[in-house]
């Protein structure tokens, strides 16, 4: 066993000592050609270290964007219709829209109308156009909605007139444009008419009131 | 011319090997090779020069002597450093480096062989050993003698035992390794390094009889 350790040894000298050749640098040359050519040529490398991140910034930046976005848009129709009903736009309103549209009155007043932006026109305009009265424009809708229902479509075909033909064309005899007015005349009109008989009169009248005046609490 | 021999040996062999190491462990960290490869797999370049310089000439001497051919050799060479770049992507560090190397650098050779099947026994090179410039004349005459008969003796061993000796000299492996490369059992590379190794000690110790 001694001896067989020995003869490596003195083999592996001798080898060692046979053996030193070194690799010819024009086969160096040409291997690191090749690695660095399949390096330049990776699906991996330096594209996909960076998608991931890039991709999450390029999120980021969007959300950031439209948030902004729709937070302008919302802002801008707020200051409009609070500013419409005063049918002149005020110096007031305005300043607001220059605010808004990040421009100071002086520079604002500076830029002649016709290079201000589309975006800008557009708002100002917006911003003086009077508001629809909200009130009426509900009531419009109301009245609408309400000759549209099926109830009112069904009480149209079984020969009755809708609420809004009947206090047109209703007579005098029963009630009177007046006590139609107000739910409480109305109602002591009703009782009067009940009172003297006539039944159907203030059942119709008592359905008129109930449409026209809905949010009256009937006794 | 023995005992010249067993001397150069006392002097040079153990301080050299053990001074390499020793420098080796006090002065840096050496990343492990799968590292660099798997660093490379991540198209780190400068890792792939590191793990090439660090292996290129012993494999380039294991191939030169397993092919006895210097064009081949460079060829295979070549052709080998190419598997290992294109495979680098699937690089899984299963088993150690060299190991990997060693074994894509054998299968070249077996496909080597059987594209040159007119394959011939004698080498047509000459090892590039230089004279120790601290030798005597005496001595360093002796040195070229023994280079000369170990390099024929290398030659005209069996391609299986020189493959052998060499993965064991060249790269280092364990007989378990070598078994890993060459597909062959424990016992048997056992065996054929056993073989390569007396015949090489014969034709280094006994000049006269085997020339």
Same mark, same amino acid.
């Given at each position: 066993m001694k001896n067989d350790r020995n003869d490596d040894q003195q083999v592996s000298a001798a080898y060692s000592d046979l053996a030193s050749e070194r690799a010819p640098k024009h086969l160096d040359d040409s291997v690191m050609r090749m690695a660095k050519a399949h390096v330049e040529h990776l699906p991996y490398s330096r594209w996909t270290a960076w998608s991931r991140p890039l991709a999450w910034a390029a999120t980021v930046s969007l959300c950031l964007a439209i948030t902004l976005e729709v937070t302008q848009v919302t802002s801008l129709l707020n200051s409009a219709t609070e500013t419409a009903p005063a049918e002149v736009t005020t110096p007031a309103a305005e300043s607001d829209m220059d605010q808004l549209l990040y421009l100071p009155d002086s520079m604002a007043d500076s830029i002649d109308s016709e290079k201000i932006s589309p975006a800008r026109s557009a708002a100002k305009q917006v911003a003086n156009e009077p508001a629809p009265a909200p009130v009426l424009e509900a009531k419009e809708d109301y009245l609408q909605k309400r000759e549209e229902r099926? $109830?009112?479509?069904?009480?149209?075909?079984?020969?009755?007139?809708?609420?809004?033909?009947?206090?047109?064309?209703?007579? !005098?005899?029963? #009630?009177s444009a007046t006590a139609r007015s107000d739910p409480e005349s109305w109602l002591e009109c009703i009782a009067a008419l009940e009172a003297g008989g006539d039944e159907q009169a203030a059942l119709r009248q008592r359905e008129m009131l109930i449409d026209t005046f809905p949010d009256f609490n009937l006794p | 011319?023995?005992?010249?021999?067993? /001397?150069?040996?006392?002097?040079?062999?153990?301080?050299?090997?053990?001074? /390499?190491?020793?420098?080796?462990?006090?002065?840096?960290?050496?990343?492990?090779?799968? $590292?660099?490869?798997?660093?490379?797999?991540?198209?780190?370049? $400068?890792?792939?020069?590191?793990?090439?310089?660090?292996?290129?000439?012993?494999?380039?001497?294991?191939?030169?002597?397993? #092919?006895?051919?210097?064009?081949?050799?460079?060829?295979?060479?070549?052709?080998?450093?190419?598997?290992?770049?294109?495979?680098?992507?699937?690089?899984?560090?299963?088993?150690?480096?060299? /190991?990997?190397?060693?074994?894509?650098?054998?299968? #070249?050779?077996?496909?080597?062989?059987?594209?040159?099947?007119?394959?011939?026994?004698?080498?047509?090179?000459?090892?590039? #050993?230089?004279?120790?410039?601290? !030798?005597?004349?005496?001595?360093?005459?002796?040195?070229?003698?023994?280079?000369?008969?170990?390099?024929? $003796?290398?030659?005209?061993?069996?391609?299986?035992?020189?493959?052998?000796?060499?993965?064991?000299?060249?790269?280092?492996?364990?007989?378990?390794?070598?078994?890993?490369?060459?597909?062959?059992?424990?016992?048997?590379?056992?065996?054929?390094?056993?073989?390569?190794?007396?015949?090489?000690?014969?034709a280094i110790d006994e000049p006269a009889e085997t020339s």
């Open positions: 099926p $109830a009112a479509a069904a009480y149209k075909s079984a020969g009755y007139a809708t609420s809004a033909a009947i206090t047109a064309d209703m007579p !005098d005899s029963e #009630c | 011319m023995v005992s010249a021999v067993r /001397t150069f040996q006392q002097v040079h062999q153990p301080l050299s090997r053990q001074a /390499t190491v020793a420098y080796a462990a006090v002065m840096d960290h050496q990343p492990e090779d799968s $590292a660099l490869m798997l660093r490379y797999k991540d198209g780190d370049l $400068a890792a792939f020069e590191t793990l090439y310089r660090r292996h290129n000439d012993a494999l380039y001497r294991y191939l030169l002597r397993l #092919c006895r051919h210097r064009e081949n050799a460079d060829d295979i060479f070549q052709e080998v450093w190419g598997k290992i770049i294109k495979a680098a992507d699937r690089y899984r560090p299963t088993a150690k480096f060299t /190991t990997y190397m060693y074994r894509i650098a054998h299968n #070249c050779f077996i496909d080597y062989l059987r594209r040159n099947k007119r394959h011939t026994h004698l080498g047509d090179f000459d090892p590039d #050993c230089q004279p120790n410039p601290g !030798d005597l004349p005496e001595m360093a005459a002796e040195r070229s003698l023994a280079r000369e008969r170990l390099h024929a $003796a290398l030659l005209d061993l069996p391609d299986e035992q020189r493959d052998v000796f060499l993965l064991h000299e060249e790269a280092g492996l364990t007989l378990d390794e070598i078994s890993s490369v060459t597909g062959s059992n424990r016992e048997t590379s056992k065996s054929r390094l056993r073989y390569a190794i007396n015949k090489l000690r014969i």
